[in-house]
């Protein structure tokens, strides 16, 4: 999608630190972290969100949530934990309509989370 942020990065129109690379999806620092490690990871292709995927992106997604791990576990958060987070809608508060997973930790997380 022309207009949406999230493409422009996979499209390498709008420059990110990159922590991840391959065919399917991309992982980078996000801009605002909410904790000592915050990565999004993204498909290339574009999904609005978890609402728009549909039976054919079941490889997609399970694909997206190994690169979590695989990112965690580079970051050095693997062993003590971390949290995988996606928002779909207005009221879970999704600000960039592009499907990402927040991979978040080195630091305790609450519950429930707000
Ligand atoms: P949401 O609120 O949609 O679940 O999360 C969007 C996330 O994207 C936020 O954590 C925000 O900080 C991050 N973000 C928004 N714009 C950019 C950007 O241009 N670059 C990066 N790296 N992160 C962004
Ligand atoms: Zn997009």
Not at 22 to 30: K, N, P, R, W
Request: hydrophobic share 40%; net charge negative; glycine share 8%.
């Amino acid at each position: 999608m022309s207009d949406c942020i999230f493409c422009k990065i996979a499209n390498k129109e709008i420059s990110a630190t990159i922590v991840y690379e391959d065919d399917l999806c991309l992982a980078f620092e996000d801009l605002n972290p909410q904790a000592p490690v915050h990565v999004l990871v993204i498909p290339k292709q574009h999904l609005t969100s978890l609402a728009d995927a549909s039976e054919e992106d079941v490889e997609l997604l399970g694909h997206l949530c190994r690169v979590c791990d695989k990112v965690a576990a580079e970051k050095g958060i693997k062993e003590d934990g971390y949290r995988v987070v996606t928002n779909h809608g207005e009221k879970a508060g999704q600000s960039v309509l592009h499907l990402h997973l927040h991979v978040l930790g080195g630091r305790p997380m609450n519950w429930p989370p707000g």
